[in-house]
């Protein structure tokens, strides 16, 4: 087995590490400490244009899209590079939901549906929003959904009530989950349709908060209204009734390019442990370093975060190679370990600060509101290991 990085890749991630250092680490600051993306709207989109001209802009899309085309194993070590921050996806154009939508569109969008809504999101020219979750029925079993799209005419007419819309608040549009097929089998019954934002009927109810967290603009999640939202009938993204069958493509990258992320938080968190263990004295000339329970910490954590990388660069090389189908068990797999791995590493972080920890002057209690979630979204974690574990039974002769 060949573990080497080639020399594009050594290269950039030097690069990136060398923006984090000057560019992001000083945005990130004025994040924690005034809570708002909004008001950091100027400076990020100016961060944005030092980026393309570096020519890390969107690594995930290809340079036809004005990406820099990396494989899945590629984006996969920029995702945790860029994960160290709570800003770096955004910042690079590859941040979720859109870099999950502008996958969906590349691959089922028409041409329209590309020259409308791909090309400026490609470009971060707007952003969009995923619009399937409702509060009614449970996520966890998505083919059960209350919103409908009806076909009057020549228009789809949206009518449901969804939340933790991620994002929603300054989104161009949603693709929206509903149901068009309400006769056919569970899997066939909803359809994914374009809804701008600007259409009739489309009403934001409430910014939810998160663990305290109020969250606006990019770093929101809403609860959405759609009423009578009527739009064209070409808005149909991929085929009617096909709308799991086209979520279920961008599952298995999607989820690489999540618990990549993750990795890069718990690195971030690791960093800020050991460097706190290293300088906190608590006697004089004896620092928390020099404890064995922080140091079998370290070592756990070290242990665990490395095993996580590994799963997953080996998960996002087997979709490469032998595509997302073989891969189901690792793409299921990672998510529930690494959200483990990540909220451990984390926690352990923030035990070494001390009160210090909790506190907005490190980014880890950020980080800690808002990636407890990790065990939540991208489908809950018992619901991963359920499947994983009906499969490996059913080669033991049992449909569990
Ligand atoms: C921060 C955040 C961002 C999100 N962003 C989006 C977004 O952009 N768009 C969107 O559409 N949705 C989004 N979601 C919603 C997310 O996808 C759902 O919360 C998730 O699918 C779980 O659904 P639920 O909350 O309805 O929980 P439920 O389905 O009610 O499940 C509750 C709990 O029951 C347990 N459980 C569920 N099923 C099983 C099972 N089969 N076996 C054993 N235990 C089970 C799990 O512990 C689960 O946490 C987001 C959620 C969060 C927290």
Known sequence: MDFSVSPRMVDVVARIR???ESD???????LVARH???ALLPELAAGREKVKALGLWAPQLPVAWGGMGLRLTEHARVSEELGRSPLGHYLFNCQAPDAGNMEILMEFGDDGQKERFLKPLAAGKIRSCFSMTEPDLPGSNPTWLATKAVL????????GHKWFTSSAEGAAFAIVMAVTEPDAPPHARASQIIVPTDTPGFRIVRNIAVMGEPGDDYGSHAEVMYEGC???RENLLGPRGGGFFVAQERLGPGRIHHAMRWIGIAERAFDLMCRR???REIAPGKKLAHKQIIQGWIAECRAKIDAARLYVLHTAWRIENEGAHASRDGISAIKFFCADVLTEVLDRAIQVHGALGLTDDTVLAWFYRHERAAHIYDGA??????????????????DA
Do not use: M, Q
Request: aromatic content about 12%; charged content about 30%.
């Open 18 to 20: 060398a923006f984090f």
């Open 24 to 30: 992001i680490v000083p945005l990130e600051k004025e």
């Open 36 to 38: 708002s993306f909004r």
């Open 152 to 159: 009057d005419g020549d228009h789809w007419v949206v009518d």
């Open 230 to 232: 009527r739009v064209p």
């Open 277 to 279: 263990a290293a300088t």
């Open 381 to 398: 974690d018992e619901v991963h290991k359920v499947s994983l574990a009906k499969r490996i039974l059913r080669g033991y002769g049992v």
